[in-house]
């Protein structure tokens, strides 16, 4: 059996104590419930405090549990909520587009996959669910960063690394990608962070109307863009043209355009779930 680390199962022991007991416990209380000496409780409380798990009456001296412990729970149970409201709607998505779904969270620099609907069509795929996506380059982040303000931050703060020669990497260049996408209300990724591939996503917002995900398809280029004659306006003038090459965001573009179909399908669903989760219509 693998060894455990003794110093993180008496500060959980200790978040135990002061969940199950009364609202407020005092040093010797803990220190007796734990069968610890004060001194070795007392260096847990001031760690956990510092860390915002714990907080101490100024008057009493007494111990609770701390708002960051809340913040953890609350934000634990907005994923699953999110995760539970789009089950069905991200799986009808699937079925009329024929392609990937992806539910998507903000967590540290990037996009978590929260939920992952495979492309039905029987072939082999992987399981995605856990995976980090970089917010700069997919169109979930994209969408994220256009409409969370931390995300938005993360984003903007964070590098911009390029994965393609269509990856915008430019400050100036991705601002108007995230304008862009607030304008019209989804994003896109052809070919900026997999070649080959292309991606659409819409946002997920609560009954508050605050983002709290994004939901959108990836499939391959082919069967999400298409042709756009030679000689067309660039990238980005259409209702669902996409950024051409290169890292300003501009370039050559107009070779490929997303079919505005899908573009429905996608905003259709994530309207669908964030009416589950209380928004109203929009």
């Not at 990937?100 to 969270?105: D, F, I, M, P, Q």
């Not at 020669?165 to 607030?182: N, Q, W, Y």
């Amino acid at each position: 059996m693998a060894r455990t680390i003794q110093s993180l199962e008496r500060a959980a022991a200790v978040l135990r104590v002061l969940a199950g007991g009364e609202r407020r416990l005092g040093l010797s209380d803990i220190a007796a419930s734990m069968e610890l000496p004060k001194a070795t409780a007392h260096g847990l409380l001031r760690t956990l405090q510092q860390e915002g798990f714990v907080e101490q009456d100024g008057a009493t001296g007494k111990y609770q549990l701390g708002a960051e412990l809340l913040r953890l729970g609350t934000s634990y149970l907005d994923v699953h909520e999110l995760r539970s409201r789009a089950l069905v709607w991200a799986d009808d998505l699937a079925r009329s587009s024929g392609e990937s779904v992806y539910l998507g969270v903000l967590h540290k620099r990037g996009v978590l996959i929260v939920h992952h609907v495979f492309r039905p069509d029987n072939s082999r795929q992987v399981l995605e669910v856990g995976v980090m996506q970089p917010l700069h380059s997919t169109a979930l982040g994209k969408v994220l960063a256009a409409y969370d303000p931390v995300a938005h931050s993360e984003a903007v703060d964070g590098e911009r690394q390029r994965f393609t020669e269509r990856t915008v990497t430019a400050l100036d260049a991705f601002e108007e990608v995230l304008e862009l996408t607030r304008a019209r209300g989804w994003a896109a990724d052809v070919e900026e962070t997999w070649e080959g591939l292309a991606s659409i996503a819409a946002p997920i917002r609560d009954r508050r109307r605050m983002p709290v995900g994004a939901v959108g398809v990836t499939g391959a280029v082919e069967r999400l863009c298409e042709e756009v004659p030679v000689g067309a306006p660039a990238g980005g003038a259409g209702p669902a043209a996409a950024p051409g090459p290169g890292s300003s965001g501009g370039g050559a573009g107009g070779e490929a355009e997303l079919r505005p179909l899908l573009v429905a399908a996608v905003r259709d669903c994530a309207r669908a779930v964030s009416r589950d989760l209380g928004a109203s219509r929009f």
